[in-house]
């Protein structure tokens, strides 16, 4: 920089020239000053650069600024799409937007929700399914359980959107399972079965074996209008003993097989149900079996 | 023992089908009347007689096509020897559960005092005559002999 040269007396007061002279020099040593300071700054700029540049490098490669760029446009578009009402809305029902995402980010349903996309990944390995499948399929607890949940929630659904849009309208059967029993609660277990049917179980034993006597074979052999003899004995005898040692009552053939009589024999000895009668005045329970 | 009716109880067994599995049930249900005290007859017609026919029932096969009960496909229930191998496998559950077979259902119903016809017309229709019957058959009759010794039964047909 050279001095200035407007000064329009530069001769006539010596005294003035050395003031000047010392103000150029002072204003040469800020500018050397100010020079300094501007090269100092472009070292710390060129080491700011250098040391920077490959973190923003990096930054570059793993995608961040592609992404900003995509986040920006997403924004954009958000912007474009919405308009001021809609973000007073957004904000009147922020509590209730966090709560459904906090219900969604549950660990039980974020699970339910990873099973499900596993399930579409793989959807091109599934084979079709016809009806019949269908309901064959409706068997399988799972899927039952299944059922009744996607119907508690397409109730919910019907119920939000259906009429006027009140949202307490009383829960009515899904069209999806009218003419069909009634689906349990939702993810509640299916009904306990009934309890076992005790018709069934086998009437008890009608005779006490430990009540007979001779006397009580007697007085029923008579009631069923037969006079004891020998063979009837030998059959009664055998009957008890097997009974005795088998614990079972024998049928008409196994008593012939046993005793060693003919089955018409003992169809002579003991009229209108050889086995039964017998059994009774033998004082051991009726035969089972229909052999 | 003790029926509300005092008339004696009476059934009458139209057999008419001569399957080893076919014909268990009008034996068997025979037998049992008898063991109740109840009076039981078996009219055996068309291929029921073969039941009562000397040199059948000891051969008397499960008919496995067109049965829907059958555990066996149809289309393999048809090929050969799959009648006869079921029809075995039948005759040895029969055995382990110490059933009798049918010609010892018919000595058992024969002693037990079931009556046991066979039919005229199947037995001209089949070319038999009464010495290719078992000895247990009472007689051979007609279907209206039928009904006169039938007087008051239930008349079940199997």
Redesign the interface.
Known sequence: MTAPTHDPTPTHDPTQLDRIERKLDQILAQHAALGELVDDGMHIARAATAGWSPALLELERKGWFAMGAELFHVVDEAVAAYTPADVRGLADHVVEILDTVRNLTQPDVLAIANDATDVLHHADQVEGVGPVAMLSATRDEDVRRGLAVMLEVLRKVGQATGGDGTPARRPQPSPVVAGRAPVPPAASPPAAPATPDTRLEAPPADDATDTWTREVALARATEAGITLTDAHWVVLDWMRAEHASTGVSPNVRRISQGADVPIADLYRLFPNGPGRTAARIAGIPKPAGCI | ?SHLSTEPRRIALICSKGGLDECYPAL?MA??A????IEAQIFFTFYGLDVVTEARVDRLHVNMVGNPASPIPPFVAGLPGMELMASSMMRHKLADLD??TPREML??L????CRLWGCELAMTMFGRTRADLVPEVDDVITATDFYDKTPGHHIVFV
């Open positions: 023992m068997i037998n049992a008898r063991m109740s005290g059933l009798p000595q058992i024969s002693a037990a005092g």
